[in-house]
DNA sequence: GACGAAGCGGAATGCGCTTTCCGACACTCA
DNA sequence: TGAGTGTCGGAAAGCGCATTCCGCTTCGTC
């Protein structure tokens, strides 16, 4: 028992398919009251549901809205789609979700998949990266992207701007002020006292982890204190976890370590995630936060917030962020109306001295 | 500048749009190689991307999977949906996400909006509820999916069946033992010396906490312990937090409290999240665990890995759970192939006695 | 060498809906 | 009373594609 038409309503309710499309799906054309009733009453009864595939090829919008993140387990995109998620539900859309694994190419697969789909407007999350050897993923992707915006699709990043694509009106970006923050949870830092850093960055080129890492040692020398060390490794909390072990052994850590003066080395992770997962190796390694050392994190991600020792982070406000990206999107503009997005150092106990 | 069509690629190929439809997408029959290849070559000259839309309505199937959770920034619904995510895009499928709120309406409305997109199947997740005035909501759904089923969809719920509907081929369910697994934990936590057993539940009619609650204390029974007292607070963080600052209050849990015999009272949380809370709002009551108080929770999220004092949990697989459901959905039956999940007790410090 | 089978490309139909465009009709105003 | 102005329902033309049916050519076979 296939869906019922419209066709099959107008004919119950003895109009036309035209007629009964009007009353039902909203047209500037409102039929009058007697029939229009009649058309409800058959839709009712025959259990009507517009096709909304139909539709979409009739009007030529959808009404659908893609989003693509690196992983939907991540807190920090969950929060995200959360607010996309709402505001999109706010405003009629349908949220298509792709859950890519991060790399261009496999973002570059997801828009192609939502401009077949002829999604309204693509929202895509998560850091460029600028790795080399990805030049010409990234490419793929820029090109994929202009694509879809010649065709009138509208793309929002969210962070930073996609890499290498042509600016152009209808490709937009809710920026993240991730240096600037970056650079005053360093001056915070250091007003409370620290002075031995150490950076737990991402590989580089990833984009929001490098510019973390910048904003934190421009922050700190803007504060007066020596550029941090800088360590590389897995975005995620693996690679915080693994981190910690490795300097944990190499002494570069803690109370043994080669300490700069005598001050106790304050770690700064450019993620939450990374910086629990330091936390965690650290005290695998006998290392104590923040009694052995400090560390801290960004993003500020809910489902930690009870986590001891409280961590020192930046907050973003990530579903706030997400909604941003919804109405940029959808204005077809860019997201400069809305002002900067605003974040937050919060001080807590992790990087107590 | 509107994208092309196949009408655009045929012409410039030369050749009559069915032609070209059968090259281009996935026919059964395959036009002669010369032909192909000129087809191909006009395709991507002109960067021609198939209209879903069209394919759909053509075919019609969507290749759309529609997936409806409470609360999408929730790490338990998170991690599902990056299950389902993942096999569906195995699948070739495109993922709708509704994130409802978790009331029977709400989900009914993103039942019904997908119903509308004429998606393949549907997996609803999320506990369901019976609590008293909701019966009506039910019904609703139950209405809304039965409708959606009748016309071909296929429905997979995650954890209980939907309550009120119809027993059909197309409307299946990932089963979670829920209250196996609480009575598994319940038997192992007595055999580890627990005696005084405290349950922190969401509100009655939820389901799933109410089958781990009825689980545990049938556990409790079979292993000789007395019942656990029932606490009911919010199935959600907040609310484990404030039934444990209660608690502490009303001295019914800790070292003051009335205690049976002298054992120290074991918390079971019905979930992680309300585990985390209840050991947060504890802490702020001066209470530790495990010294003054034993907690558990049930879920195992993946984030709280590093949470200390290490939660003892039941670990579910969520994210493979989310990757039957879209097995279930696809191969339109039900789940039953697969045998029951798989999940287990994994006791960490927080009940060490 | 004739005949059937198999393979090929094209014309045409329809998926379910929206949206002009039209004709019919009732009004209003001069 | 006639022309002008709205209003309202219906017919029809697509939206972009898949697919069925057709007629043609080409082989293989006896």
Redesign the pocket.
């Known amino acids: 028992m ?2 019922s ?6 004919a119950l309710a ?9 009353v ?2 909203g ?6 009251p ?3 009733e009649r058309v409800r009453q058959a839709a009712l009864e025959l259990g ?4 909304a ?3 979409a ?4 919008s959808t009404g659908l809205l893609g989003l693509v993140v690196h992983d939907i387990s991540d807190p920090y995109f969950s929060s995200i789609a959360r607010g996309v998620q709402d505001a999109s539900r706010e405003r009629n859309k349908v949220t298509l979700l792709a859950s890519t694994g991060g790399t261009p190419l496999e973002e570059q697969a997801a828009v192609a998949t939502f401009a077949a789909r002829r999604a309204d407007a693509i929202i895509i999350a998560g850091t460029r990266t600028k790795a080399p050897g990805q030049e010409e993923d990234n490419r793929l992707l820029a090109k994929e992207i202009e694509r879809y915006c010649a065709n009138g699709g509208r793309v929002v990043s969210i962070g930073q701007p996609v890499v290498g694509a042509e600016p152009r009106k209808n490709l937009g970006s809710v920026r993240v002020p991730n240096a600037e923050l970056a650079g005053l949870l360093a001056r915070r830092l250091v007003e409370a006292g620290h002075r031995n850093f150490l950076v737990l960055a991402g590989p580089e080129g990833l984009t929001t982890s490098d510019e973390r890492l910048a904003g934190f040692q421009e922050g700190l020398a803007a504060a007066g204190a020596g550029p941090a060390q800088v360590h590389r490794t897995a975005f995620n909390r693996d690679g915080g976890y693994a981190a910690a072990l490795r300097l944990a052994e190499a002494g570069d850590a803690g109370k043994d370590g080669p300490t700069r003066g005598d001050a106790r080395p304050c770690v700064f992770a450019v993620n939450d995630v990374m910086a629990i997962g330091a936390i965690a190796g650290f005290r695998q390694a006998g290392l104590y936060v923040p009694e052995d050392l400090a560390v801290a994190g960004f993003d500020d991600i809910e489902t930690l917030r009870d986590f001891l020792p409280a961590l020192s982070t930046v907050r973003l406000p990530l579903a706030d962020i997400g909604r941003r990206a919804v109405e940029a999107a959808l204005n077809g503009a860019d997201d400069d109306g809305a002002g900067p997005v605003h974040g937050e150092v919060v001080l807590r106990r992790s990087t107590d001295l």
Do not use: D, K
């Open positions: 296939p869906a038409t419209l066709q099959q309503v107008a003895g109009v036309s398919p035209a007629t009964a499309s009007r039902l799906n047209s500037s054309r409102r039929p009058g007697e029939v229009s009507y549901v517009p096709n595939q139909a539709q090829l009739a009007r030529s």
